[in-house]
């Protein structure tokens, strides 16, 4: 029947060794690193990586425009293809209409309505930001960053498993030295 010993890296014990304490900490602060600073590096890079986005330039402005002809569709499937250039006209804050082409989704119809961005001297521009392009590096960075934390952990405590072993034989060795002579000395 076998008996389960719980924290016993922890408990008091007159054959503990030094090394069996370090390993002891070693294995705990590996721990914490995976458990809490591997997903706290995670998000802390990707909240860095959202507040970082790109933001609209000074003066910049959106506005409403109205599709004068039906937006072409997707040429390809991919990234590339969540937006296509289409013929737009919207009304300045002036009052005096404007035409232009402005990237839309594709196969929208004529006559829907759809967001551009104007300039401070009220020129079509393209969208300065791109909220999933941003989410997506957000994820890629923080995957990253939690992925390096672990892997720092995990190596950190392989490496000092093996020094402490590597230690413990060593010490094995010298004792053995001084003991195993006088093994060969005993009468029967």
Request: no cysteine.
């Amino acid at each position: 029947m076998g008996t389960s010993v719980r924290l016993w890296r922890w408990r008091r014990n007159p054959l503990k060794r030094g090394t069996d304490r370090i390993e002891a900490w070693a294995l705990l602060a590996a721990g914490l690193l995976l458990a809490v600073g591997a997903p706290a590096a995670g998000v802390g890079a990707g909240l860095a990586t959202m507040a970082h986005a790109p933001h609209p330039p000074i003066g910049w402005q959106r506005t409403s425009a109205t599709l004068t002809r039906d937006a072409p569709p997707a040429i390809t499937a991919g990234a590339g293809s969540r937006q296509v250039r289409a013929a737009v006209t919207w009304v300045a804050a002036v009052g005096r209409p404007h035409a232009g082409d402005a990237l839309v989704a594709p196969g929208s119809p004529a006559g829907s309505r759809t967001t551009i961005w104007l300039d401070t001297t009220g020129a079509l521009r393209d969208s300065p930001v791109d909220p999933e392009r941003d989410r997506a590096l957000a994820v890629i960075y923080g995957t990253a960053a939690a992925t390096g934390t672990a892997l720092i952990g995990g190596g950190g405590w392989a490496v000092a498993h093996r020094v402490l072993d590597r230690r413990r034989a060593a010490g094995l060795d010298r004792e053995w030295a001084v003991v195993g002579p006088q093994w060969g000395r005993h009468r029967t």
